[in-house]
């Protein structure tokens, strides 16, 4: 099973180019899963300091330029269903990550394969 240099070449550029391609996106959902873990963060200090305050205790929530009034439940309630959401996000993306490691693991994995069988040859 002989392939020609050119073939060889080019076979090499495309799966650089996945491999350049997979660790470009490896930046992307590492930085995606960090911020979803801070706003997850948030909403837990945020639900946190809710869970201190009386039922009756006046909250507010800002609305473009103006706060309106909510009720401590519904507030919590709200902010447990976001975190629910992110958790699930941060999952999925972490999944999405593992996805892309191996990608790039195998694609470099492929280029080195083929690199010693060309210098072999």
Same mark, same amino acid.
């Given at each position: ?12 550029? *495309? ?45 507010? *929530? ?60």
């Amino acid at each position: 099973m002989s392939i020609s240099n050119e073939a060889l070449q080019k076979l090499v550029h *495309e799966i650089e180019a996945q491999s350049i391609a997979a660790q470009q996106q490896i930046g992307l959902v590492r930085t995606q899963q960090a911020s979803k873990q801070r706003e997850m963060r948030l909403a837990q200090l945020t639900r946190n300091e809710l869970a201190t305050l009386p039922e009756s205790t006046a909250v507010y *929530e800002g609305v473009g330029k103006m706060f309106v009034s909510v009720p401590v439940p519904t507030l919590k309630d709200r902010l447990g269903t976001e975190m629910k959401e992110m958790e699930t996000e941060v999952e999925n993306l972490g999944k999405r990550l593992h996805y892309l490691e191996t990608t790039a693991k195998n694609s470099q994995e492929h280029i080195e394969k083929m690199l010693k069988g060309a210098g072999q040859a």
